[in-house]
């Protein structure tokens, strides 16, 4: 016997199999041996039933006041990746963002509008070049690189004209075509910096035309007379000039006259910009061809004894700086002359003060025009005529580079504040491309 209360066991037999329980009820084993009272439930399974109820409720209620109670952390949160590599979001336990790499091979964007970029470790890297001619600032993709973009043609109609002046002033490009040995094909015409078509000035010439642009008026030769004509085409061209017969062969100005050489005259001479006859500053010199001016000095290549010569712009006798050499074209900053040589192939700098030249390429394709900017020196590789290139090289000499496409022919050189623009005598167009 179990004795559930030890007071009414001691009246109870000790061989009974009643279990008394306190309060003197009977309390049966029940088949399970569950402790049964006399109205049948189970002292044992109320116990349990009631434990496992409570625990059950306990934690089915603290669990979803817990889940509902809780804050939104990322309602008011915008989570914005650093780049098109990364990608970022709200973490609901802080509501801080939190940035990961981006999958290897999404699109994205380097800034190199000439390669085709994908993402890589989370970074963006261009891989594979863009289609060729994919716009790019300047200039047009060429095998990956921004190079040379077609601006369109020098002439708006076809003909025997082949372009040999080039100058790059406000928006457009002004040309002069000469008249390429049919008589009144020569024509002066200008080209939309951004593309197009051209627009004639000036045409129904014979002769091979030099220009410069002052303001809004383009000057140009005429064979052996002086022109001038509204850069926006407003007006016809009138003359400042006729001479008798000795063609000019270079033209240049400093913004207050114009200057001129003739290498059948052998003559370099200064004119108003409202015309007259010219005033001579050197004579006898060797077929003076190309001319340049730094406002106080002349300079210009003598190319029947290979000198290039100086003089200043008053008129003084003229003083030889380079000798020996085939210079072919001129260009100059404060401190330096520059020329290219196009039988050695050489491009080279002198100190104006004189001294030794520095060489600063050696080797080229007949080098013909040279530009500054930049720092840097720009030079064309005319290549006899047929396609060259156009190359640059920083003042004082280094590393040499390309410019990326085929100019058929570069016969003159331009630039404004970004771009570089080449003429093109093999086809008769003109091109842009971006400076280095």
Partial sequence: MRCLCPRACRLVPLL????????????????????????????????????????????????????????????????????????????????????????????????????????????????????????????????????????GPTSPASGTATPISLVVHDTNAFIGNSYGGTTGDGSITSLPVAGGTPTALASGFTGYPHLTVVGGTVYYTQAASVWRVPADGSEAATTLHIGAGDHYSGLTSDGVRLYLTSADGGTVSSMPFAGGAPTTIAAGEA??????????????????????????VTGSSATTLVTGTAPRALAIDADNLYWTESTAGDVMQMALTGGAPTTIATGQADPAAIMLLGGRVYWTNYNGGVYGDVRSAPIGGGAAATVAGRPFAPAALAHDAACIYVLHAGNGSVSSAPAF
């Fill in 16 to 151: 009974a199999f009643t279990l008394i329980a306190c309060g003197g009820r009977d309390v049966l084993p029940d088949a399970g041996f569950g402790i049964l009272d006399g109205s049948g439930v189970g002292i044992d399974a109320g116990r349990d039933a009631g434990s496992d109820a409570g625990s059950d409720a306990g934690a089915d209620a603290g669990a979803e006041v817990g889940t509902d109670a809780g804050p939104d952390r990322c309602a008011d949160v915008s989570c914005t990746p650093s780049d098109a590599c990364h990608d970022s979001t709200c973490d609901p336990a802080t509501g801080a963002c939190v940035e990961r790499e981006a999958t290897d091979g999404r699109a994205c964007d380097d800034s190199d509008p000439c390669t085709a970029s994908t993402c890589l470790a989370g970074a963006c890297s261009g891989s594979d070049p863009a289609v060729d001619g994919t716009p790019c600032p300047c200039g047009a993709c060429v095998a990956g690189a921004c190079g040379l973009r077609d601006l």
């Fill in 287 to 312: 077929r003076p061809l190309e001319i340049i001016t730094d406002g106080t000095q002349l300079y210009w290549v003598a190319s029947g004894d290979g000198t290039i010569r100086t003089a200043p």
